[in-house]
């Protein structure tokens, strides 16, 4: 049974740069959410996508966005990158109708120079 | 409202000695509890979850956590940590819903275990 899987590793921008980010979630899960990780930082969330659509969103600017494909895989997409955005990207997913235990990949190192 | 506070951002054990990593919650509503594990430039991995079962949870590699409702803990705890325990840890939180319907997960800000040979 595969688990939650992320692409790429590791991905180095420029400031102002737009980027993606792919997961996906392990299998029999419909729920996948997105955290940023900053160096010594706990996870910070940025949203939550079901059915395609994102249902919560945590503080992050509209520089942030995702999409969810029928398959429930989905996508991070950060525009117009700045320095503070260089971080560890979390996917982890769920099943919505379950009691919020999240699996998560193994995360997408970005660096903004 | 729901949030979890982790008391001690750094601990330090011996290898063979007791971990003890602390975790107190707040939610309106009966909760759902998880400890994961974090190893350097890894995602989380979870390690226990309490689910409203049994209160004394048990998980991987020898880790444990007990449930006290009056106390509103989750603390984790191994009886004789390895060297391989030194980690960072997170204590999370959940069982609140939005207005939509779909649960919120509250994470702590972690402790960085440091285990001393």
Request: net charge positive; proline share 5%.
């Amino acid at each position: 049974d595969a688990g939650v899987t992320q692409s790429p590793t590791h991905l180095i921008k420029t400031r102002g740069q737009q980027v993606t980010l792919r997961c996906s979630p392990k299998s029999g899960h419909d729920t996948v959410s997105w955290y940023q990780q900053a160096l010594g930082q706990g996870p910070q969330f940025i949203f939550q996508y079901y059915e395609e659509e994102e249902r919560q969103r945590g503080n992050f600017p509209d520089r942030f966005s995702g999409h969810q494909f029928p398959n429930y895989s989905s996508e991070l997409n950060v525009n117009a990158l700045l320095l503070g955005d260089s971080a560890l990207y979390l996917c982890a997913s769920t099943k919505t109708s379950g009691r919020g235990e999240q699996y998560f990949g193994p995360g997408t190192r970005l660096t903004v120079t | 409202a729901q949030s979890v506070t982790q008391l001690g951002s750094h601990v330090s054990v011996s290898e063979g000695a007791l971990v003890l990593l602390r975790c107190n919650y707040s939610s309106s509503v009966p909760p759902y509890l998880f400890w994961y594990v974090q190893y350097p430039n890894q995602g989380l991995q979870l390690l226990l979850k309490y689910t409203s079962a049994a209160t004394l949870v048990k998980g991987i590699n020898g880790f444990e956590a007990e449930f006290k409702k009056s106390e509103t803990s989750f603390h984790l705890t191994k009886p004789s940590a390895h060297m391989s325990d030194a980690a960072e840890y997170f204590c999370a939180v959940s069982g609140l819903r939005n207005s939509g319907g779909y649960q919120k997960v509250t994470f702590g800000i972690g402790t960085k275990l440091q285990v001393i040979p």
